[in-house]
């Protein structure tokens, strides 16, 4: 083999991760939207406020497809302290994405393809910034694992590779279980192209690659036995190709239009002119796992089993691997990689410095918001109202669960937990408080949402919420409303629009945890 170019080095890969990482070492909480949300629950889960906490959730382990990031943080909190660890554990998914797509990127074709330089930004997809933390992480593993898989395979080790998956595929579907089905994707297309090569038709192809396919098989039954408890949450919004079709552009969406816009477009374009140019070709391998990854983001429903955004989750990562797969036609110049691989590094660097950019807005919004958190008594119950928009602005807030934060921070009752189908971890347990115990109860609309009747106006959440039930109302960022909504709530911290209050007392206070009559 050739001397090897620069970014198919090892100290290139090692120094990608790095660079993966820098967009999440200043903040101190990750500007993740959905992530205070699930701070809140790993505070419970660590219990280390039962005596506060305990009065409002209760906390159960269980074994679903969705522990990932809550396995981690439950064993390195009681070491550095439940943020820190949240940050460290969040941090390493970006440089593990990076560096499992670089692999993957060599195993599909001996050496790292200048084209996967232009992958690295997707690892910040627009799933990750929603903080869908326990996938992103399953999809770094899934990554891994493939090639992991492709390299057993490459080299013939197929006895090692069935005994080494089973106990692979049973970690990340506990990570996270659509991790675990885009890596059976992945390893089967692998397998098809495999017995195409060595002559197999279509029917016997497909049972040859089930069959090696097997020892993935095993989380079956444990995602059986999961979603056979309770109710599996909804499933809904099946083809919806307005969805669908925004979602080629949003793959990078975070907060400035033109630059996420255009930089998904170049992506596209690069796969299609890729495979089409010259010096560019993509490899079966990769070729069929992007395409099967492809028709499961057009046949997923936006919503499977109580999980929103399940179509949308999966088009980064079909990119990313078509990028890694892109591969150099022989008799390719090399001063034409060159100039590619730069250009890709360019491009990675680019948005490296524009999430780096977003994040510190996004961190000093937080942390403005977050003061009022010091102006709260530990154990309150907090009914938090954060000002928002049917429709979502392409830069998204992100403080839709910062309410969450009195929960972590404060061992208080917030109102932002999900409420989770098919045997749910976390549980409320305070009684009367109907509507306003769980998500979104916490969202805050101006006029009713056609979009999502779910919404309560301000005014309506203001004039209903059970008095009797909350000791404060945290507004975020509120709408301006009448003076006659607030009446009955005492300012006691007040920053720009956003205020804490407390609800002044009533003469018929309940005890903590009683219904209303």
Same mark, same amino acid.
């Given at each position: 083999?050739?001397?090897?170019?620069?970014?198919?080095?090892?100290?290139?890969?090692?120094?990608?991760?790095?660079?993966?990482?820098?967009?999440?070492?200043?903040?101190?909480?990750?500007?993740?939207?959905?992530?205070?949300?699930?701070?809140?629950?790993?505070?419970?889960?660590?219990?280390?406020?039962?005596?506060?906490?305990?009065?409002?959730?209760?906390?159960?382990?269980?074994?679903?497809?969705?522990?990932?990031?809550?396995?981690?943080?439950? !064993?390195?909190?009681?070491?550095?302290? !439940?943020?820190?660890?949240?940050?460290?554990?969040?941090?390493?998914?970006?440089?593990?994405?990076?560096?499992?797509?670089?692999?993957?990127?060599?195993?599909? &074709?001996?050496? @790292?393809?200048?084209?996967?330089?232009?992958?690295?930004?997707?690892?910040? &997809?627009?799933?990750?910034?929603?903080?869908?933390?326990?996938?992103?992480?399953?999809?770094?593993?899934?990554?891994?694992?493939?090639?992991? %898989?492709?390299?057993?395979?490459?080299?013939?080790?197929?006895?090692?590779?069935?005994?080494?998956?089973?106990?692979?595929?049973?970690?990340? %579907?506990?990570?996270?279980?659509?991790?675990?089905?885009?890596?059976?994707?992945?390893?089967?297309?692998?397998?098809?192209?495999?017995?195409?090569?060595?002559?197999?038709?279509?029917?016997?192809? @497909?049972?040859?690659?089930?069959?090696?396919?097997?020892?993935?098989?095993?989380?079956?039954?444990?995602?059986?036995?999961?979603?056979?408890?309770?109710?599996?949450?909804?499933?809904?919004? *099946?083809?919806?190709?307005?969805?669908?079709?925004?979602?080629?552009?949003?793959?990078?969406?975070?907060?400035?239009?033109?630059?996420?816009?255009?930089?998904?477009?170049?992506?596209?374009?690069?796969?299609?002119?890729?495979?089409?140019?010259?010096?560019?070709?993509?490899?079966?391998?990769?070729?069929?796992?992007?395409?099967?990854?492809?028709?499961? *983001?057009?046949?997923?429903?936006?919503?499977?089993? /109580?999980?929103?955004?399940?179509?949308?989750? !999966?088009?980064?990562?079909?990119?990313?691997?078509?990028?890694?797969?892109?591969?150099?036609?022989?008799?390719?110049?090399?001063?034409?990689?060159?100039? @590619?691989?730069?250009?890709?590094?360019?491009?990675?660097?680019?948005?490296?410095?524009?999430?780096?950019?977003?994040?510190?807005?996004?961190?000093?919004?937080?942390?403005?918001?977050?003061?009022?958190?010091?102006?709260?008594?530990?154990?309150?119950?907090?009914?938090?109202?954060? /000002?928002?928009?049917?429709?979502?602005? %392409?830069?998204?807030?992100?403080?839709?669960?910062?309410?969450?934060?009195?929960?972590?921070?404060?061992?208080?009752?917030? &109102?932002?937990?999900?409420?989770?189908?098919?045997?749910?971890?976390?549980?409320?347990?305070?009684?009367?408080?109907?509507?306003?115990?769980?998500?979104?109860?916490?969202?805050?609309?101006?006029?009713?949402?056609?979009?999502?009747?779910?919404?309560?106006?301000?005014?309506?959440?203001?004039?209903?919420?059970?008095?009797?039930?909350?000791?404060?109302?945290?507004? @975020?960022?509120?709408?301006?409303?009448?003076?006659?909504?607030?009446?009955?709530?005492?300012?006691?911290?007040?920053?720009?629009?956003?205020?804490?209050?407390?609800?002044?007392?009533?003469?018929?206070?309940?005890?903590?945890?009683?219904?209303?009559?």
């Amino acid at each position: 083999m050739s001397k090897a170019n620069w970014w198919e080095t090892r100290a290139f890969v090692l120094l990608a991760m790095v660079i993966a990482a820098v967009p999440l070492l200043w903040p101190a909480v990750p500007p993740l939207t959905d992530l205070p949300g699930h701070i809140g629950r790993y505070r419970v889960m660590l219990g280390d406020d039962t005596g506060l906490l305990g009065q409002y959730y209760a906390f159960q382990w269980r074994i679903v497809g969705n522990l990932g990031v809550d396995l981690l943080v439950g !064993l390195l909190a009681p070491w550095v302290g !439940l943020e820190p660890a949240v940050k460290l554990v969040v941090l390493a998914i970006p440089a593990l994405t990076t560096g499992a797509l670089l692999w993957v990127s060599r195993e599909l &074709n001996g050496r @790292i393809s200048p084209w996967a330089l232009f992958a690295l930004p997707l690892a910040y &997809n627009y799933p990750f910034h929603f903080g869908f933390v326990n996938f992103a992480l399953a999809m770094a593993l899934a990554l891994a694992g493939w090639a992991l %898989w492709l390299r057993l395979g490459r080299l013939g080790r197929f006895r090692l590779r069935a005994g080494l998956f089973v106990g692979i595929g049973a970690i990340i %579907w506990t990570a996270h279980v659509m991790g675990w089905a885009m890596l059976c994707l992945f390893a089967f297309g692998s397998e098809c192209v495999r017995a195409r090569a060595a002559g197999a038709r279509v029917l016997p192809m @497909i049972v040859w690659a089930s069959a090696n396919c097997l020892p993935l098989a095993p989380p079956v039954l444990a995602l059986l036995l999961w979603r056979g408890v309770g109710d599996a949450g909804g499933t809904e919004r *099946f083809l919806d190709l307005m969805v669908k079709l925004k979602g080629l552009g949003s793959v990078l969406r975070d907060r400035w239009l033109l630059l996420d816009a255009a930089s998904a477009a170049l992506l596209l374009i690069l796969i299609y002119a890729g495979a089409r140019g010259r010096i560019g070709r993509i490899v079966p391998e990769a070729a069929v796992a992007a395409g099967l990854a492809a028709l499961a *983001f057009l046949l997923l429903p936006f919503m499977l089993m /109580g999980s929103a955004y399940a179509d949308l989750r !999966l088009l980064p990562y079909a990119m990313m691997v078509a990028l890694a797969g892109l591969a150099p036609r022989a008799g390719a110049a090399p001063r034409a990689l060159q100039r @590619i691989a730069l250009a890709g590094l360019v491009f990675f660097l680019l948005r490296t410095a524009a999430t780096t950019a977003s994040f510190v807005l996004y961190d000093r919004d937080w942390t403005r918001e977050l003061a009022a958190l010091d102006h709260l008594p530990r154990g309150a119950r907090v009914l938090g109202l954060v /000002g928002d928009t049917c429709d979502q602005p %392409w830069a998204h807030t992100r403080r839709t669960h910062l309410p969450a934060m009195a929960t972590a921070r404060r061992a208080a009752f917030a &109102n932002d937990q999900w409420r989770m189908e098919g045997a749910p971890l976390l549980t409320v347990k305070v009684q009367g408080a109907g509507y306003f115990a769980h998500d979104p109860s916490q969202i805050s609309v101006p006029t009713p949402c056609a979009i999502d009747p779910n919404l309560m106006p301000q005014a309506r959440a203001l004039a209903e919420f059970p008095r009797d039930v909350f000791t404060h109302v945290w507004m @975020i960022r509120p709408h301006p409303g009448s003076p006659g909504e607030r009446a009955g709530l005492k300012p006691l911290w007040r920053r720009g629009d956003s205020v804490l209050y407390a609800v002044e007392p009533r003469s018929s206070r309940l005890p903590l945890g009683a219904a209303p009559k």
